[in-house]
C-alpha cells in the first residue's frame, strides 16, 4: 500500500482536460479508476495530478453514417454491454463485456479506461520487481519467473505480459477505431495499431501522446458480427481473467466454404490478438475440424512458451477448434 | 428433549452484523488513535543494511519509526507451542526486528506510526531501506538436498515418525500395492478480516483489541514477550471476520502494535495489509507426498507408508502432520510416517483449515480408490471392510459413524447404480464422473481446564459468559443454547458473554475444538448454578418447593417445578428477590480427560462429488457435493451445516482453485491478493447437501459434541479427484487440479 499527496481536478470540457494532462509530464486521466486507483495504491504508477475526465459528455452510443456505432469513452462498460444496438449488431462484443470482471467494476469501468487498462502480470503490479514495462531497463521477472498466465503470442526477450481485456478482443476482430482529442488537434488510429507489441519497449503501449485523451470507438457495420460469439475459458467459473478467450464471427457460403471470418484471441497474446493467419487459412475452405486445426496450428507456429504456458498453446488450438465447429454447424 | 439445544436457530449476532454495528477489532476508535503499518523485508535472505528514515519523518503526521535500532528486545524467546495447549502461543520461535537479519521475504523491518493510516503509508514509502541479500532457499526444488528427517513437531509436542510393525516386509509380501508422490501448492487462509490489532496502554496496563481465535492465547503471549504481568494484559475481541488457521497462533504483529502504542504513547491501530497477510501469518506449506500401500487380494490392507517433505523455516520444525488419520482409520497392523523438513526462506507455516488432514487424506483417500480399482471392489465397501472398531492402540473409539456415513451418503447420493467404469460418461463436452471419500478429523484433548460462569439476576435475566471468540462460526448462538439449556430459562433473557480475558478461561478454539470445550464449560456453569438455586428453594421453608428432593424438581423458562405435582413451583425471580439476593452465580469448569484415555477419537465422516471435466481443455466443474458426518451432539444443526458446507467448499477449492508458490528468484510469494490467489465464488458452488449421522458420545464432555469446523473439508478435494478419475481415466497426483494439470494427465505420479 503506497499513499502519496496527489492533486485531483475534475474537467469540465474536454480541452481542459487536455490541456491539464499535457501541462504536467506526472499526470494521468482518471475515468471509471478501477486500474488506475489500483496502479496508485499498489505504487505501479505515481501520478501527481490526476484529472477526473468523469463529467465529460462522452457517454453516449449512437450509430454512425453506414450502420456502425460510435461509443463514448466514458460509456460505462455494463451499459454498452446492454444496449439493444450492441446486442443486436455484436453480440460477440456482449458477451465479452459481461464475461469481463464484475457487475460492480463493469457499473464503475469506462470504455475508454478499458483500452488503456494495464497488464495483470504480476511481477508488474508489486511495484517492486525488475520489471521493463514498468522500469524500462530494469529487465523481466517473469522470463523465469511465475509465468502460467503469460502471453505466448505477440512476445519478446523483454515483456511477455498478456493483455487483459476482453472486450478489446471483440474490438480487433470488429476493425474499430479509437477516435482521439490531443494537444496537436483530433486523430484516428485503426484498433489494431493501437495497441502496441512489447519488443524493446514494453512500457509503450499504445501511439497516445501525453495528454492524448480517447473521446470515442467507433465500430464499423459488420453484417457478420450479428451472429459473433465470445467464449472465454478460466479456471473459475466467473470473476477472472481469461485463460483462452476466443470471439469468432463466420460466414459460410452455400457451398459449405468459409466466406468471412473474424477471429480473435484473449489470454494468449501481448495484445488482444487478431488471429489474420487462421482467417487466411480458413477462407474459401469448409471448416472442418481437420482445416480449423490447421489454421489454429497456424495460427500458433510462432508460439514463445515457457514450461509453465506451454498448455496454453494447446488449450487454445482446441478452444478454436471447438468454437469454430460450433459455429459452423 | 431440550426446547433450546440443537435447535436451528438464527445467530444471535445477525442483527449486529447486518446493521454493522458490531464492532470489529479494526474498528475500535479511541481519543488520540494512531495507525501503525508494518514495512516488510523485500529481500527474502540476508540483512538490512540501513535504514534512513529522514525522507519519511519529514513527511509529516510520523509519531514514531521502529525498526531494529530502536525495538525493544524481546523478555523472554518466544517458542513455538500451539494455542489449544493452553501455553503463549507464538506462531514461530522467532521475533523479527530484534537484529538486521532477513530470513523471509515480508519480513517486519520497521513499523511507522503516523496519525493516519494514509501518512503511515507514505511515510513508509519513504523509508530508504538497503539490504544485502543472497539467494533464498524457498522451495522444495531449491532445498531437496538438504532434507531431513524431523523427530518432533510442532514445538516437540508431538512425534514426527510413527511406526509400527514391518512396513517393508508386508509391502514385500503384498498380492497388491500402490505407490504415489503427490504435489500439492501452498494455501494461505485469506479471512476477509486481516490480522488487526489495536493497542491501547494505560500507564503499566495494556488493553488488546485483536483479531484472534483465542484471547487466552494473545494475554499469555504477549505478556511473555513484553515481560509483563497476566494482570497487566486484558484482550478483547467481540467479532472477528474469520480465522481458518491464521489467528490461531500469536503473530508478531500484536506485540509489535503494543510495543508501536508504548514508543508514541498512544492507542495504536496496527492492520495487516492483504498482501501482508500473505506474509504476517503463516500458510499451509507446499508438500510432496509418497504413499505406499500393500493389501491382499480379498481387500484388507496389510501395510501403510506415509511420507511427507516440505519446507519450514529458519526458526522451527513444523510441518502440518500427514499422518494422524493414515495411522487410524483403517486398521493395518504395519504403518510407517514419516516428515521430512527442508529448511528455507519462509516464515513458519501454521495450522491452515484441516490442518495436515486435508492432504493427508487426499493423499490416501486416492490411493484407496486406487486399491479399489485394482481389486475390484467398491471403494466404499473397501472402506467399510478396512474400518476396524478400535483404533491403533485397541482403544474403542468414543463414537464411530463412519460405516454409517458412507452408507447413508451412498443412499442419499445414488451410489448404488454407479457403473465404475472410468471415462465413459460424457454430456456434451463434459466427461461426468463421481467419486467417494472418507472423512476423519482428531479429537485433540491437548486443553487445559475450561472454565465459565453462569448468573441468574433477580428479575430472571441471565448472563452466561466465557473468553471464547467469535470468529464467524457461531458461538455465540450455540453458547447462549447450551447456557439456556443448563439454567432452565429461555434463550430471550439470556445473553453470552465473551470474547474477553476478564471473563473465565477457555482456550483457542482451534483444531475443532471449540464447541467441545466451551461447551462443557458453558453446560458445567448453568448446571452448578441451576443445582444450587433448586437446593435453596427446596431448603427454603418459604418456597412451594420446600422439602423436596432436589431430583424432584426441574426447571423450564426460568421457573423450578416439581416433576410430581407441576402445578407446584416458583420461578428463580421469586426466590430470589424473597431472599433479597441481587443474583446468583456459579462458576463452572471442564476439565478435559486425559491424553491417554482408553479411546480412539475422532470425527468421522464421508464426501461424495460429481464433477463434469471439459474433455478437451481439462478444466474441472464440480456438479455437487454430498457430505455425511457424524459429530456427535448437534448443538445447532444450522450453525453446524454452515460450518460443515464451509469446509466443503474449502474442499473444493483446495481441489481445484488455490495454489501459492514461492517465486524461487526472490523469494516471495507470487501471489498477494485475492484476484490472482483465486477462492470460489458463487458460480463454481455446486449443490451442496450436508447431512448428519447420529452418534451418542460420552466420552468427550457432557453434551457429546465432537467438532465440526474441519472435517467437512477433510476427504472433499479427495472424492472430486476420484471423480475426476471417473470421469476421465486420469489420476489427479496434484493440487490445485487446474486445467494443465488435468490435461497433461493429473502431474506428479
Ligand atoms: C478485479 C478486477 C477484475 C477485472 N476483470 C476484467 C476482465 O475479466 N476483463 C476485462 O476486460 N477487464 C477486467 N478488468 C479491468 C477493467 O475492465 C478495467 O479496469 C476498466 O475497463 C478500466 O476502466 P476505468 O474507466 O476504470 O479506467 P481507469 O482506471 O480510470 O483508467 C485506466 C487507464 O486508462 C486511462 N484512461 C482512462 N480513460 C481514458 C481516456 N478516455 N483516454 C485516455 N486514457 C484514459 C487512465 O489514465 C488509466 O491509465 C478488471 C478489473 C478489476 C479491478
Ligand atoms: S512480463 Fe512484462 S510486465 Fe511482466 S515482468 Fe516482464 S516486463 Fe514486466
Known sequence: ?329 | MSPVLGKPLNRVDGPDKVTGTGRYCGEIVLPGLAYGLIVGASVASGRVVSIDETAARAAGGVYGILTHENTPKVANAPVLIPSLAGNPAPGMSFFPMQDDTVHYWGQPVAVVVADSLEGAAHAAALLDITYESSTPVATIEDGRAAAYEAKTLFGGLMPAHDERGDVAGALAKSDVTIDQTYHYAANHHNPLETGVTTAQWDSDQLTLWNSTMGVRADQLTVARLLGIPLSDIRVITHYVGGGFGSKAMVWPHVTLAAMAARHVRRPVRLALTRPQSFTSNGHREEQEQRIRVGASRDGMLTAIRQEKLAVTSHFDDWAEPATGVSSEIYGCANYLGAHHLIRGNTMTATFTRAPGESLESFTLETAMDRLAYELDMDPIELRVKNHPPVDSHGNPWSSDGLAECLRRGADLFGWADRDPTPGVREDGHYLVGTGVAAAAYPVAFMMPVQRARARIFNDGSAVVQTGAAEFGIGVLTAMSQVGADALGVDMDVLRFEAGDTDLPNTTSAVGSMGATMQSSAVHNAGTTLRNQLVAHAVNDDKSPLHGLATRDVRVESGRMVSTLDPSIGESYADLLQRNRLLDMEALGSWTPPPLDTPHGLFTFGAQFAEVGVDKDLGLVRVRRMLGVFAPGRVLNPKLARSQLLGGMLWGLSQALLEGNQIDRQSGRWALNNLGEYLVPVHADVPDIQVEFVEVDDDVVGPLGAKGIGEVGQVGAAAAIANAVFHATGRRMNELPMTAEVVMNGGGAG
Open chain 1, 1 to 329: 500500500m503506497a499513499m502519496r499527496p496527489i492533486t485531483f481536478f475534475r474537467a469540465g470540457s474536454i480541452d481542459d482536460a487536455v490541456a491539464a494532462v499535457s501541462a504536467n509530464p506526472d499526470s494521468a486521466f482518471l475515468a471509471g479508476g478501477t486500474t488506475e486507483i489500483d496502479l496508485l495504491r499498489l505504487g505501479v504508477i505515481q501520478p501527481t495530478l490526476l484529472v477526473d475526465v468523469n463529467e465529460l459528455p462522452l457517454t453516449y452510443l449512437e450509430d454512425t453514417e453506414g450502420g456502425g456505432v460510435r461509443i463514448g469513452a466514458m460509456a460505462r462498460m455494463s451499459d454498452v454491454a446492454r444496449a439493444p444496438r450492441i446486442v443486436e449488431r455484436y453480440p460477440g462484443m456482449s458477451q465479452a463485456l459481461l464475461l469481463g470482471a464484475s457487475e460492480q467494476l463493469r457499473n464503475m469501468a469506462s470504455m475508454g479506461g478499458n483500452m488503456c487498462q494495464r497488464t495483470r502480470c504480476a511481477y508488474f503490479r508489486d511495484g517492486q520487481s525488475p520489471c521493463n514495462k514498468r522500469e524500462p531497463g530494469s529487465g523481466c521477472s517473469a522470463l523465469t519467473g511465475v509465468n502460467r498466465g503469460h502471453a505466448v503470442l505477440g512476445t519478446s526477450d523483454h515483456c511477455i505480459a498478456t493483455h487483459p481485456s476482453d472486450v478489446a478482443v471483440a474490438l480487433v476482430a470488429l476493425d474499430a477505431t479509437i477516435r482521439t482529442i490531443g494537444p496537436d488537434g483530433t486523430n484516428t488510429i485503426p484498433i489494431e495499431r493501437f495497441f502496441l507489441r512489447p519488443e524493446d519497449t514494453p512500457s509503450v503501449e499504445h501511439p497516445l501522446a501525453h495528454g492524448e485523451l480517447i473521446v470515442a470507438i467507433d465500430v464499423p457495420n459488420v453484417p457478420v458480427a450479428r451472429t459473433s460469439r465470445y467464449v472465454k475459458h478460466r479456471d473459475r467459473v466467473s470473476y477472472e481473467f481469461a485463460l483462452v478467450s476466443v470471439f469468432s464471427a463466420m460466414r459460410v457460403d452455400d457451398a459449405g466454404n468459409v466466406a468471412e471470418l473474424r477471429l480473435a484471441l484473449g489470454g494468449v497474446g501481448t495484445v488482444p490478438w487478431r488471429a489474420h493467419r487462421a482467417e487466411e487459412a480458413l477462407i474459401g475452405r469448409p471448416a472442418t475440424p481437420e482445416n480449423v486445426a490447421a489454421a489454429a496450428d497456424a495460427e500458433f507456429a510462432d508460439a514463445r512458451t515457457t514450461p509453465m504456458n506451454e498448455f496454453k498453446v494447446t488449450f487454445a488450438k482446441r478452444a478454436i477448434v471447438r468454437e469454430l465447429s460450433e459455429v459452423s454447424s
